[in-house]
């Protein structure tokens, strides 16, 4: 199933008509650079183009009043002084003869992608659209907003295709409070917003932006609000809220719908926003989400300023929705201490309402004292960057997002004969001759080894050189002793010189020493049996209880600890190999494969053992780039499980900063 992309240039068809500085920045331009960039750069021929339709007078009812309806039905026939007059009531937005036409294609728009998406037809989709929709209210047009777009399309979900439940992301720097207020009392749709805020000094300034506003009665902890107090907010802010909040919730609420208001003003260079997050990042988020709800993800465009970062951020975006391979991110320094007081006091005030927080040790006890913590003091981020402050939004430059290649195969396996190749994937022939290393592997390894096997370790090289050479995206191999395949494998990466190998290990096996010394490999373990070691830097062992069947303790470990050492130690090659007997379920399996090939462009070797070969088809469909099933809705993971992550956590973050969660105590 393919991508879907909603746009028409009708929607470009309004503008201000008059001087208002507030509202100056949305421009119809925004529409046509990034439609120009997504024509240019060959994604718009890769794309299911959908046609858009206008919302009829029942659907936008489904959030918006009579009366409010009523009255924007009157803008078209209204001169320039009615027009203006028309506007005062609200609040920074603006009207025009054609908008209310626009606004009805916003809506439909979103709906003809949740209609594409929610009856099978594509996997998922993006729609570009203007005006933006997630300040408007019940009753009111507010910040370049008339109707809800997203907040319609969550409705209309709800009511035609009776979903039960629906994650909203809005990763729009703005808060959509229209959003919030619709679905505040709501448990079916969660809604979480991060926006700048800096103590409501930024616009909309309302308190109910803030961290503990978190939804009422039955949706009390269905909406989350991460404040940003400061500007200048780069990648690694971004995905530790990711990781180590947005995440966890959102497996254990398990939607079956994705929608994220898909602003992009909180790019680097956005004149509103003032991040510094690069066009990029919106790769990861989107593929972050794309693990959840089978890959059921709707985008509709929010805001986004700076035309530059706008149009590659909707190509980054667009991208990762065809399943392009993601690009690594670089120099991720960790989250300001900003960012981590946001997110304790939001972690704290949902502590009560997901149990994925309930064990974090790391949380102050009562809701009061998170009003009480130390907030930093004014300007910009930490005081390190002095340079780049000087520089306005406009002024700001950043490098143009990599290439994002994808080898002409996707999915190249190694199996023993007799064991049948998945479809889709290309079976690496045994003409490959002996790697060069092999016949010294051979007197170090496989001494005693029979034919069959060195056969099998040069196949299994010759994936990895084939990796190299990105002329396949990923490989799997069933290999006759998994632990002794890996060890050859990090030795035969390690011989490279810019190599870096970030190996997963799942079930217990001994991970021999020489593999953790030399830093050109990092190697978490999620095992059952307790170690007496505390490993080191470089060797994470996580010690599950109930071992890795326990479902909430992997995903734990998979969110707070595995994805942030990922994107930190930014590998050249993922190595995840699932030892004998480990007991972790298949999908947990397949949710873990997918979420490690947010690294490497991709290039992640799996190593099964023979008795193994039922994972062989589950396996591969991941690698293939199709979504893993649904964990279901996740319980509380065990006291002494989440505590034994968190120790490792606050052990590991002295030299992992992306594990963070708390402004440390010193100043
Ligand atoms: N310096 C000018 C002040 C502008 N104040 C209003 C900002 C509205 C933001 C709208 C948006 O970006 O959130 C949307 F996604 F809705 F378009
Ligand atoms: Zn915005």
Same mark, same amino acid.
């Given at each position: 199933?393919?991508?879907?992309?909603?746009?028409?240039?009708?929607?470009?068809?309004? #503008?201000?008509?008059?001087?208002?500085?507030?509202?100056?920045i949305?421009?119809?331009?925004?529409?046509?650079?990034?439609?120009?960039?997504?024509?240019?750069?060959?994604?718009?021929?890769?794309?299911?183009?959908?046609?858009?339709?206008?919302?009829?007078?029942?659907?936008?009812?489904?959030?918006?009043?009579?009366?409010?309806?009523?009255?924007?039905?009157?803008?078209?026939?209204?001169?320039?002084?009615?027009?203006?007059?028309?506007?005062?009531?609200?609040?920074?937005?603006?009207?025009?003869?054609?908008?209310?036409?626009?606004?009805?294609?916003?809506?439909?728009?979103?709906?003809?992608?949740?209609?594409?998406?929610?009856?099978?037809?594509?996997?998922?989709?993006?729609?570009?659209?203007?005006?933006?929709?997630?300040?408007?209210?019940?009753?009111?047009?507010?910040? !370049?907003?008339? !109707?809800?777009?997203?907040?319609?399309?969550?409705?209309?979900?709800?009511?035609?295709?009776?979903?039960?439940?629906?994650?909203?992301?809005?990763?729009?720097?703005?808060?959509?409070?229209?959003?919030?207020?619709?679905?505040e009392?709501?448990?079916?749709?969660?809604?979480?917003?991060?926006?700048?805020? &800096?103590?409501? #000094?930024?616009?909309?300034?309302?308190k109910?932006?803030?961290?503990?506003?978190? %939804?009422?009665?039955? %949706?009390?902890?269905?909406?989350?609000?991460?404040?940003?107090?400061?500007?200048?907010?780069? +990648?690694?802010?971004?995905?530790?809220?990711?990781?180590?909040?947005?995440?966890?919730?959102?497996?254990?609420?398990?939607?079956?719908?994705?929608?994220?208001?898909?602003?992009?003003?909180?790019?680097?260079?956005?004149?509103?926003?003032?991040?510094?997050?690069?066009?990029d990042?919106?790769?990861?988020?989107?593929?972050?989400?794309?693990?959840?709800?089978?890959?059921?993800?709707?985008?509709?465009?929010?805001?986004g300023?700076?035309?530059?970062?706008?149009?590659?951020?909707?190509?980054?975006?667009?991208?990762?929705?065809?399943?392009?391979?993601?690009?690594?991110?670089?120099?991720l320094?960790? =989250?300001?201490?900003?960012?981590?007081?946001?997110?304790?006091c939001?972690?704290?005030?949902?502590?009560?309402?997901?149990?994925?927080?309930?064990?974090?040790?790391?949380?102050?006890?009562?809701?009061?004292?998170?009003?009480?913590?130390?907030?930093?003091?004014?300007? +910009?981020?930490?005081?390190?960057?002095?340079?780049?402050?000087?520089?306005?939004?406009?002024?700001?430059?950043?490098?143009?997002?990599?290439?994002?290649?994808?080898?002409?195969?996707?999915?190249?396996?190694?199996?023993?004969?007799?064991?049948?190749?998945?479809?889709?994937?290309?079976?690496?022939?045994?003409?490959?001759?002996?790697?060069?290393?092999?016949?010294?592997?051979?007197?170090?390894?496989?001494?005693?080894?029979?034919?069959?096997?060195?056969?099998?370790?040069?196949?299994?090289?010759?994936?990895?050189?084939?990796?190299?050479?990105?002329?396949?995206?990923?490989?799997?191999?069933?290999?006759?002793?998994?632990?002794m395949?890996?060890?050859?494998?990090?030795?035969y990466?390690?011989?490279?010189?810019?190599?870096?190998?970030?190996?997963?290990?799942?079930?217990?096996?001994?991970? =021999?020493?020489?593999?953790?010394?030399?830093?050109?490999?990092?190697?978490?373990?999620?095992?059952? &049996?307790?170690?007496?070691?505390?490993?080191?830097?470089?060797?994470?062992p996580?010690?599950?209880?109930?071992g890795?069947?326990?479902?909430?303790?992997?995903?734990?470990?998979? !969110?707070?600890?595995?994805?942030?050492?990922?994107?930190?130690?930014?590998?050249?090659?993922?190595?995840?190999?699932?030892?004998?007997?480990?007991?972790?379920?298949?999908?947990m399996?397949?949710q873990?494969?997918?979420?490690?090939?947010?690294?490497?462009?991709?290039?992640?070797?799996?190593?099964?053992?023979?008795?193994?070969?039922?994972?062989?088809?589950?396996?591969?469909?991941?690698?293939?780039?199709?979504?893993?099933?649904?964990?279901?809705?996740?319980?509380?993971?065990?006291? &002494?499980?989440?505590?034994a992550?968190?120790?490792?956590?606050?052990?590991?973050?002295?030299?992992?900063?992306?594990?963070?969660?708390?402004?440390?105590?010193?100043?």
């Open positions: 199933m393919g991508t879907a992309l909603i746009y028409d240039e009708e929607m470009t068809k309004y #503008k201000l008509l008059w001087v208002d500085p507030a509202c100056k949305e421009v119809p331009e925004r529409l046509t650079v990034s439609h120009g960039a997504l024509v240019r750069n060959g994604l718009t021929d890769r794309c299911i183009c959908l046609p858009v339709r206008e919302a009829v007078d029942a659907e936008i009812l489904l959030v918006h009043s009579e009366e409010y309806l009523e009255a924007v039905k009157q803008t078209p026939h209204m001169t320039l002084e009615d027009l203006k007059e028309f506007t005062l009531q609200y609040g920074d937005v603006y009207f025009h003869p054609n908008i209310y036409h626009c606004a009805k294609l916003a809506v439909g728009s979103a709906l003809q992608l949740v209609d594409s998406v929610l009856m099978g037809k594509v996997k998922n989709g993006m729609a570009l659209v203007r005006p933006p929709g997630h300040h408007s209210m019940r009753s009111a047009a507010n910040g !370049f907003c008339v !109707f809800n777009n997203v907040a319609i399309a969550a409705q209309y979900a709800k009511q035609k295709y009776g979903v039960k439940r629906i994650l909203i992301v809005d990763w729009d720097i703005h808060h959509g409070q229209g959003v919030q207020y619709c679905f009392d709501d448990p079916s749709v969660l809604y979480f917003s991060w926006h700048r805020y &800096e103590h409501q #000094k930024f616009w909309p300034n309302l109910d932006s803030d961290y503990d506003i978190v %939804g009422k009665g039955e %949706g009390a902890g269905f909406n989350i609000n991460v404040p940003w107090n400061k500007v200048g907010m780069e +990648n690694s802010d971004y995905l530790s809220v990711f990781c180590h909040l947005l995440l966890p919730i959102a497996y254990e609420f398990c939607p079956d719908l994705v929608l994220v208001c898909a602003g992009f003003d909180s790019a680097i260079g956005d004149p509103e926003g003032e991040m510094c997050a690069t066009p990042i919106f790769a990861h988020l989107t593929y972050l989400l794309m693990n959840l709800a089978e890959g059921k993800l709707c985008a509709v465009l929010e805001g300023y700076n035309l530059t970062s706008l149009a590659q951020s909707v190509c980054q975006t667009v991208q990762t929705l065809l399943g392009d391979p993601l690009p690594p991110l670089t120099n320094t960790g =989250p300001c201490r900003s960012t981590l007081e946001s997110l304790q939001v972690r704290a005030a949902h502590r009560q309402h997901w149990s994925c927080l309930r064990h974090a040790v790391d949380l102050p006890t009562f809701e009061i004292s998170t009003k009480r913590i130390k907030l930093s003091g004014e300007g +910009n981020k930490d005081e390190a960057e002095v340079g780049e402050e000087q520089k306005s939004p406009e002024e700001k430059i950043w490098p143009e997002p990599p290439k994002r290649i994808c080898p002409p195969v996707c999915s190249a396996v190694v199996l023993p004969d007799g064991v049948v190749c998945p479809d889709a994937c290309e079976r690496l022939s045994s003409s490959e001759d002996l790697g060069p290393h092999l016949l010294t592997l051979k007197n170090d390894f496989l001494k005693d080894a029979d034919d069959g096997a060195v056969t099998a370790l040069s196949r299994v090289f010759s994936l990895i050189d084939k990796m190299k050479n990105n002329e396949i995206r990923n490989g799997l191999a069933l290999v006759g002793d998994a632990a395949t890996m060890t050859c494998v990090v030795q990466v390690a011989a490279e010189v810019d190599s870096r190998v970030f190996l997963v290990c799942v079930g217990n096996g001994n991970i =021999p020493s020489h593999v953790i010394e030399d830093g050109k490999t990092l190697v978490v373990q999620i095992k059952d &049996e307790d170690t007496e070691e505390q490993g080191s830097k470089y060797y994470v996580v010690c599950l209880k109930k890795c069947t326990d479902t909430s303790g992997f995903a734990q470990a998979m !969110f707070s600890l595995l994805l942030p050492l990922g994107y930190q130690y930014n590998p050249s090659l993922v190595l995840l190999v699932r030892m004998p007997g480990s007991g972790v379920c298949d999908i399996w397949q873990l494969t997918g979420l490690l090939q947010s690294f490497a462009h991709g290039h992640t070797l799996v190593l099964l053992q023979e008795d193994d070969k039922a994972c062989v088809g589950p396996t591969a469909s991941i690698l293939l780039g199709n979504p893993a099933p649904p964990l279901g809705q996740l319980p509380a993971s065990l006291k &002494e499980d989440a505590e992550v968190e120790r490792l956590r606050s052990r590991l973050q002295a030299d992992w900063n992306l594990l963070l969660t708390t402004a440390p105590e010193n100043g």
